[in-house]
């Protein structure tokens, strides 16, 4: 199964290819932020019960810096449903979000609103559904897997608003 923040790359860099191929005497507007699909996890991957995430509305803009970091603004409503009882909650996402591209493969995240994150059981902090609110920053290895995340004002976790 590919993992939604893995998708997320997948198609953001395709759309990086992309606008790389355009003139770089000026900085590229902004374009709609590519959205992911719905995303579903078996019992134990994020949340002790199966979950799926649904994407939104998706009010997101994402600027490509010239030195080739990414910002996102606006929001973006996801649903996420617990499929054991079918108990759903809509969760709002806003930025700003820079995402700082590494030359390891490693990524950075600083997000200075709301992200709704996926943890797996290799991330640093385990397995979990987490709303972070407030300044947040999050670093991923090269495979992927969040290896610090920084302490933030808010955290909401949604497995246990979803049991």
Same mark, same amino acid.
């Given at each position: ?18 606008? !790389? ?8 507007? +902004? ?10 996890? @078996?019992?134990?991957?994020? !949340? @002790?019960? @199966?979950?799926? $995430?649904? +994407? ?6 994402? =600027? ?10 606006? =929001? ?35 997000? *200075?609103?709301? $992200? ?10 385990? +397995? ?6 407030? *300044?947040?920053? $999050?670093?991923?290895? @090269? ?9 933030? +004002? *808010?955290?909401?976790? $949604? ?5």
């Amino acid at each position: 199964m590919l993992r939604s923040r893995h998708a997320m790359f997948a198609c953001a860099a395709a759309v990086l290819g992309l606008l !790389c191929l355009a003139p770089a005497a000026s900085a590229t507007p +902004p374009i709609p932020a590519p959205l992911n699909g719905t995303v579903s996890y @078996p019992a134990g991957e994020v !949340c @002790p019960f @199966p979950v799926r $995430i649904d +994407p939104g509305v998706n009010r997101d803009l994402l =600027h490509i810096l010239r030195n080739g970091q990414w910002i996102v603004t606006g =929001h973006f409503i996801q649903t996420a449903t617990n499929l054991a009882t079918g108990t759903s909650l809509a969760i709002k996402s806003g930025g700003p979000l820079r995402v700082v591209f590494h030359d390891d493969g490693s990524l950075t995240f600083i997000n *200075h609103g709301s $992200i709704l994150w996926s943890n797996f059981p290799e991330d640093v902090d385990g +397995p979990g559904l987490v709303v972070y609110t407030g *300044h947040v920053v $999050i670093e991923l290895g @090269p495979d992927g897997f969040a290896t610090s995340v920084s302490r933030v +004002p *808010h955290q909401r976790d $949604i497995c246990a608003a979803l049991a």
